[in-house]
């Protein structure tokens, strides 16, 4: 079992950046695979970011490849999304979640995470 608070989220305008973090609790947090998906209202929620247990190695969805960039530090139980040059339509809910499957990870074949964290809602304005 994981347990998973984001926080980080807010309001913020057009160009501007947010970095949003993850602690992770109770199971042994280096074996699990971490990542972000986010949902904007009336939508499906959608895969934005994964970073390997190990490696790491890094995906991302293609609408915010360049802009948003995943870490984590094994030693803390973290892990952050950082993201730049953010857009209107990058407001959503988005979601820390934890796997030790990748592919569930990242929403491979209509998939999902196991654990999630509660949300934190990434507003940006026009």
């Known amino acids: 079992q994981v347990q998973l608070v984001e926080s980080g989220g807010g309001l913020v305008q057009a160009g501007g950046s947010l970095r949003l973090s993850c602690a992770a609790s109770?199971?042994?947090?280096?074996?699990?695979?971490m990542g972000w998906f986010r949902q904007a209202p009336g939508k499906e929620r959608d895969f934005v970011a994964a970073?390997?247990?190990?490696?790491?190695?890094?995906y991302y969805a293609d609408s915010i490849k360049s802009r948003f960039t995943i870490s984590r530090d094994n030693g803390k139980n973290m892990v952050d999304l950082q993201m730049v040059s953010l857009k209107p339509e990058d407001t959503a809910v988005y979601y820390c979640?934890?796997?030790?499957?990748?592919?569930?990870?990242?929403?491979?074949?209509?998939?999902?995470?196991?654990?999630w964290g509660q949300g934190t809602q990434v507003t940006v304005s026009s």
């Open positions: 979640a934890a796997d030790l499957r990748l592919g569930q990870m990242k929403g491979d074949r209509g998939g999902l995470p196991t654990y």
């Open positions: 109770g199971d042994d947090f280096s074996r699990y695979h």
């Open positions: 970073i390997t247990w190990s490696g790491p190695v890094r």
